[in-house]
């Protein structure tokens, strides 16, 4: 059962003041996609995970929550 919750948050097609990138990789053992907005984060997937998971660029631009 699902409750909504209210709007997670707005996506964006380009970086500005104020927002961050979130980073998409593909994990291609079980076929889904990953999606963070830390940057380290994303680096050690990519550089230690590679047998998992191709790192597919930025998918989009986020304004971080509070």
């Known amino acids: 059962t699902y409750r909504y919750e209210g709007v997670a948050y707005y996506a964006y097609t380009s970086l500005?003041?104020?927002?961050v990138s979130v980073h998409r990789l593909y994990n291609f053992q079980n076929?889904?996609?990953?999606?963070?907005?830390?940057?380290?984060e994303a680096?050690?997937?990519?550089?230690?995970?590679?047998?998992?998971?191709?790192?597919?660029?930025?998918?989009?631009?986020?304004?971080p929550s509070p």
């Open 31 to 40: 076929g889904v996609h990953f999606y963070t907005s830390n940057q380290a």
């Open 43 to 63: 680096t050690y997937i990519n550089n230690n995970l590679f047998s998992t998971y191709r790192y597919e660029g930025v998918a989009y631009y986020a304004i």
């Open 16 to 19: 500005q003041s104020g927002r």
